[in-house]
């Protein structure tokens, strides 16, 4: 990823441990090119967080829930199919 264009930095170096995400990948990844500044792919500008919530958000985090590795899996199953229903209005 770090070879094409428009993907931020990867952010990992060195770090042992880190959490990743079930059903918000596109999320993450747009946050991470406000926190590193990374050109646009259409005008080469910058991305630039200017909202107070964006701000919030990048220096803070976002809540999350965080799944125990001992769920069954049946249970993740579960979570996973009600993430990625398409009629869910949420």
Known sequence: ???TAGF???????KQDFFCSLGN????QALNLFRTGSPCLWS???YEAKEETLLE???EGVESL???REMPLSDRRFMA???NRHDRHW
């Open 1 to 3: 990823a770090s070879q």
């Open 8 to 14: 931020p930095p990867f952010l990992l170096e060195g």
């Open 25 to 28: 990948g596109h999320f993450s």
């Open 44 to 46: 080469g500008q910058p």
């Open 57 to 59: 958000a990048l220096e």
């Open 66 to 68: 965080v799944l125990s």
């Open 81 to 83: 199919e009600m993430l």
